[in-house]
Nanobody, 127 residues
Framework: QLRLVESGGGLVQPGGSLRLSCAASGFSLDYYAIGWFRQAPGKEREGVSCINSSGGSTNYTDSVKGRFSISRDNAKNTVYLQMNSLEPEDTAVYYC????????????????????WGQGTQVIVSS
């Protein structure tokens, strides 16, 4: 079975930091781009960040630029999302997804068909 499992979520105060992990099993991430998405209650899912298979191409939605950083360790079959200067508006369930045959994270990448999804990890930013 091809699986993605997110971890690292939790409760943090505004201005704090969290590091999310997306671990793959049943397949290698070497040939996959990885995207991070989030969904707050009552809101639509939105794309947050993307990294291509080699790590040389990344993208971020405007609201997290300068605060979030995506990276990957293919040897560990894991992708990370470092989240700094967290705001209450960042509160959501965060999901990772995998997309094969995607060389660059650019343009309308979040609108593409992402095939494999994790079950999500909750992030709550509150005082």
């Amino acid at each position: 079975q091809l699986r993605l499992v997110e971890s690292g979520g939790g409760l943090v105060q505004p201005g704090g930091s969290l590091r999310l992990s997306c671990a793959a099993s049943g397949f290698s991430l070497d040939y996959y781009a990885i995207g991070w998405f989030r969904q707050a209650p009552g809101k639509e899912r939105e794309g947050v960040s993307c990294i291509n298979s080699s790590g040389g191409s990344t993208n971020y939605t405007d609201s997290v630029k300068g605060r979030f950083s995506i990276s990957r360790d293919n040897a560990k079959n894991t992708v990370y999302l470092q989240m700094n200067s967290l705001e209450p508006e960042d509160t959501a369930v965060y999901y990772c997804a995998a997309h094969r045959y995607l060389d660059y994270c650019s343009g309308d990448v979040f609108k593409r068909l992402w095939r494999y999804w994790g079950q999500g990890t909750q992030v709550i930013v509150s005082s």
